[in-house]
């Protein structure tokens, strides 16, 4: 790799927020782009196996980092890449103090030759060639600079950045438009992290370190975009899950609690009799289950 990144160089791309269609070539829609290091105070190695449907691409600048992907495990040294798949459950094993990595979360259809490429890539520690490395090294340049068009620049250049990864330059032209969430993207990535994994009981402070945020800053997110604390939301959340499944399946209270991540059907019981005022039984002999 050519150049040294440090997390200063990364500081005003980090600022743009970035999201949104990447190119008029491909379906494909950029979520997030952020870089973070050991040293983040709201980064922790807490979180547990999660997934999402869309690629999680991340760039490892710095130091190591050990994900692990079911039975498998990925140990990616300074100066690689690891392409996390849609659908595909990883955690974050472990890291070294001088860890620095830069992420990129995308959502591509299903049809686009870059999702089949990218996919084709995933689970593993690819080298990061010198061109993508000075791909990087572009858009943080680009973003330190008073240009009208900077943004579109970058998005053109991480889009260029995937298909280098993916091996795949036929593209075919399509409209599509995918929802994405424009008041914060810290909303939307908290939001979808539920949303995703209905089996993960997580907590506020996980879920703040996934978000790179504290759990007071996530919390007052939540109310000012949802007017509902962050805590309130995800009960809301697994409650829905859980009704949805009493009456419109054959599960079992057991199945129901142990699909939707807890630690026992009597702790289910409890906290679905808690909110909704009866037993998951009752509720669903009430709703003609």
């Known amino acids: 790799m050519e150049k040294a ?15 949104g269609r990447l190119c008029e070539a491909a379906d494909a829609e950029l979520y997030w782009f952020n870089t973070i290091d050991r040293a983040d105070a709201a980064f922790g190695q807490t979180m547990k196996t999660h997934h999402h449907d869309f690629f999680e691409i991340h760039f490892i600048l710095g130091g190591r980092i050990v994900y692990v992907f079911g039975q498998e495990r990925a140990e990616a040294e300074a100066n690689s890449i690891v392409v996390i798949p849609a659908g595909v459950p990883h955690v974050i094993e472990s890291f070294t103090t001088d860890m620095l990595k830069s992420s990129i979360a995308v959502r591509i259809d299903g049809s686009e030759a870059i999702f089949k490429g990218l996919r084709s890539k995933g689970c593993r520690a690819l080298k990061m060639q010198d061109k993508l490395c000075r791909g990087i090294a572009f858009c943080t340049e680009i973003a330190g600079k008073q240009l009208p068009y900077k943004e ?31 008041r914060d993207v810290r909303l939307f990535k908290a939001k979808q992290f539920i949303k995703d994994n209905p089996n993960v009981f997580i907590g506020c402070e996980e879920l703040a370190r996934y978000c790179n945020i504290s759990a007071k800053q996530l919390n007052r997110i939540f109310i000012k975009y949802e007017s509902t604390p ?11 899950q859980a009704k949805k499944m009493l009456t419109e399946s054959e599960a079992t209270v057991s199945d129901v609690s142990e699909t939707l991540g807890f630690s026992s059907v009597y702790y289910f019981s409890r906290f679905f009799t808690k909110h909704i005022g009866m037993s998951p039984v009752e509720y669903r002999r009430s709703a003609g289950g």
Request: charged fraction near 30%.
């Open 5 to 19: 990144f440090a997390k200063i160089d990364f500081e005003e791309l980090n600022k743009l927020n970035l999201y």
């Open 152 to 182: 579109i620049l970058i998005k053109n250049r991480i889009f260029e950045i995937l298909c280098d990864i993916a091996g795949e330059f036929d593209f075919e032209v399509q409209k599509s438009a995918v929802e994405t969430d424009a």
């Open 230 to 240: 962050l805590l309130q939301y995800i009960h809301t959340e697994k409650l829905e």
